[in-house]
C-alpha cells in the first residue's frame, strides 16, 4: 500500500500539532461517507444568503475529492441531497439542483483526468432534467475508470432506499411464488443486493462537519460499524487538514464488530 503522490505534495502546508507522516497508507479507509453539513450556517455568519453557503462548499468538495484520491481511498461517498431536504424554500432547492448540474459538468473532465469514477445513490428520477443528466453524462463518461469512486448521495435517504428494495424483493418474491417455486428467506447478502449501493463495501468511516451528533437519514444499513468522527467545523471550511485529522483518527480507533480484541 502507498499514497498515490509524495505525502508533502498531498499536504504541503501542515499546520502545527499536526504530523502528516503519522498517516499509515496501509490504514487508509477504503470507503469514507461524508455528511456535509454547515452551508447554511457558514453564509449566516457572513451575513450571506444560504446558496452562497452552499456555492462555498464546492471549494471543500473539490479538495476533498483530490486528497482522498491521493492518499488512495477506494470509495468516497458524499451526501449533497437528502430525500427530506425537498422541504427547504423553493428558490434554495432550485439553486441546489442547478449548481449540482453545472458543477459536475465543470468538473467531470478533471475527474476523468484522475481517474475517478462518478456515481449516484438516491432516486434520480425526481431531479430536475437538467441535474440528472449531468449526473448521468458523468457516469458515462468514467464508467469505466479504475481509480477511486465518487458516489454522490442525491435525493437519498436511508428509509427510502431500503424500502425500494423491500418492494423489489415482494415483487421477486411474489413471482416465484406464483411460478411456483418454494419459499426462501433473504439473507443480509442478498438484501444488500438490491440497495442503490449493492457494489459498494460498507463505509469504514463516517465524516459529518458542523458538529451535529446525528446520522439525518443517511445509509442507515451500511454504517452497521462504520466509525464515527464529528468535527465542528462548517463544510465550506473543510480542507485537506480536516480530513487529514480524521484518517489520523480513524488509524487509532479498534474496530471489534462485536467480537474481541
Ligand atoms: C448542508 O448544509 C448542505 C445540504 C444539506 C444541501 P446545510 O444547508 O444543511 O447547512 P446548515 O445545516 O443549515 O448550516
Ligand atoms: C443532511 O444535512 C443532508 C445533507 C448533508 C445533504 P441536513 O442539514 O439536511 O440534516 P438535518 O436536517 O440537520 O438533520
Ligand atoms: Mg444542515
Known amino acids: 500500500m502507498s499514497f498515490h503522490k509524495p505525502l508533502d505534495e498531498i499536504f504541503p502546508s501542515v499546520p502545527d500539532g499536526l504530523d502528516a507522516r503519522a498517516l499509515d497508507p496501509a ?8 455528511i456535509m453539513d454547515g452551508n447554511g450556517r457558514w453564509a449566516k455568519e457572513r451575513g450571506k444568503v444560504r446558496l452562497a453557503g452552499h456555492k462555498a462548499g464546492i ?6 475529492i483530490r486528497c482522498a484520491s491521493d492518499v488512495g481511498v477506494r470509495y468516497l461517498t458524499i451526501y449533497a441531497f437528502s430525500s427530506e431536504n425537498w422541504k427547504r424554500p423553493e428558490d434554495e432547492v432550485r439553486g441546489l439542483m442547478d449548481l449540482f448540474a453545472k458543477t459536475m459538468l465543470a468538473e467531470v473532465d478533471g475527474l476523468h483526468e484522475e481517474h475517478v469514477r462518478v456515481m449516484t445513490i438516491g ?48 415483487r421477486e418474491a411474489a413471482a416465484k411464488q406464483a411460478a411456483g417455486v418454494p419459499f426462501a428467506p ?14 459498494i463495501p460498507d463505509p469504514d468511516l ?19 460499524y462504520s466509525e464515527f468522527y464529528i468535527t465542528d467545523v462548517l463544510w465550506p ?25
Open 27 to 34: 490504514q487508509v479507509p477504503a470507503h469514507v461517507a461524508v
Open 59 to 64: 471549494g471543500a468538495v473539490r479538495e476533498t
Open 237 to 261: 471550511d473543510f480542507d485537506r487538514y480536516d480530513f487529514l485529522r480524521a484518517l489520523l483518527d480513524f488509524q487509532g480507533r479498534t474496530r471489534r464488530f462485536g467480537g474481541v480484541k
Open 186 to 199: 433473504v439473507d443480509e447478502a442478498a438484501f444488500a443486493r438490491h440497495l442503490d449501493t449493492a457494489d
Open 206 to 224: 463516517v465524516i459529518r462537519t458542523s458538529g451535529e451528533m446525528r446520522i439525518s437519514n443517511f445509509l442507515l444499513w451500511q454504517i452497521a
Open 123 to 170: 432516486d434520480a428520477s425526481a431531479l430536475p432534467p437538467k441535474t440528472r443528466q449531468a449526473f448521468a453524462e458523468a457516469w458515462e463518461k468514467t464508467r469505466n475508470n479504475t481509480g477511486m469512486t465518487l458516489v454522490v448521495s442525491v435525493n437519498y435517504g436511508g428509509r427510502a432506499e431500503i424500502l425500494r428494495a423491500a418492494n423489489d424483493i415482494a
